[in-house]
DNA sequence: GTGGTCTAGACCACA
DNA sequence: GTGGTCTAGACCACT
């Protein structure tokens, strides 16, 4: 389904299958690390051609997804140094964390049902996941 | 975060965050109710225009997600009358099914994590989520 | 009756009178120059927006063309590079390539009887036609 | 490719490939029998529900063609009795006919180029041609 | 500059 | 009333 890339405390997954923009994939992930507190202010985060390279995309791709979160405050890019987690972190913590968890679950148990799985089966399959089945070990 | 629809044994629901297009939201769940079992060869989509009202899209858009459909041989187009799920339909049934919900898992296990959510709190979730929390009731 | 087009291996001729839609046609010689072999794997198809304005027509229709093909797996998108003739080609070539001929050779058989012409006549005319009659040159 | 009706002195047959509609091929069919001289001032046509399920169509559609045919002088319909070749004919017959062919071939030789075979092979294949093909012996 | 998505709206073929 | 074709034009993703 994807590519993988694991660093600095992040790893990426792109999904080809779901036609979202691939600047857009990236972009949420980092939001996402960044709410759930798993990236801290001062983080660095890949630099931008080893991301590429491991991602197998343009390097323009991810300039473009740094480039929007530095707009929006999240990242800060030191130059010839990187790029790196921000200081002034926008507030809306708590809440935006819950209701992207929230938001996901919806998607996920609207997915299952469409695919025939009931509560029980999706249960079972969770219980039965494993850390390091290939994008849940690292990071 | 969407508009639902719901018909003939199916329901669509838009999501607009995720950045996917939205015809192609349209085909991977009319491929989900075909691979499920849930629509079955013979059964009636919701028409064009009709599908387009309830989801407040441009039914060009209905249009081209029915056309690749029919063009995969998923679908199948009567002139005047309506658009139906094909006779011929690939055989690759179980293992695709399976194949997807795995890679739903997948997806979702990844989301999650980057959030911060834990497998129990995963299950504590979805053994908490309840059938009409909007989307999952109907069908 | 039509307008022309040649560029890259690939020269396109839309006839007005048929009544066949415009993308179909479009389909098929492209579809005819895989089956023959004029078109290998690899072979750049005009942009878009190239062909739109030779032929006349709205890109869309162009898109809406290239786009069936690749969906069928017989074309190849890079984006922000162009189309491409794709790597997988469906197997059956040899028998398709006949049928083609036989129904193409049965629908002119067919109608130059309906205007009333006999075999000699119709032999008469073809060692009487001049490669370069405005569409038989190039390629 | 088709279906075929043999009646009254006409034959018809439906091309499904080629996406043209279905009651301008038939007006096609009527009009180039009529340039040939071979439909008649007086000859009857196949009734409307005659020809409907000789060719698997809906009635409307061939009523559509006969209508168009009758607008235009070159049939005529008398009430309880059928649809005829009318008295009046068009004038510009020969030049007509001549230009027909001469478009015929054309979009024939364009195809067959497109399709890999030279004059040589076309000329075979037209030689081999035996009447009886299944649409070339009666009518 | 390449293709992709979506909209709005017109007109056609067919039942 | 159903789907199909085509246009014009806007905006986006990616190289």
Known sequence: MN?????????FTLDETSGAPVYRQIIRQIENGVLSGRLKTGDRLPTIRSLAVDLKINPN??????GELEIRGILATRAGSGT????????PEEDMLEAKIREAL?????????LGADKGEILRLIRA???GQGKWSKG
């Open 3 to 11: 590519s993988t890339n694991t660093a600095e405390g992040i790893s």
């Open 61 to 66: 791709t991810i300039a473009k997804a740094y």
């Open 84 to 91: 790196y987690i921000a200081d002034k972190r926008p507030e």
């Open 106 to 114: 919806g998607r996920f148990m609207r997915e299952m049902r469409d």
């Open 129 to 131: 996941w494993e850390d």
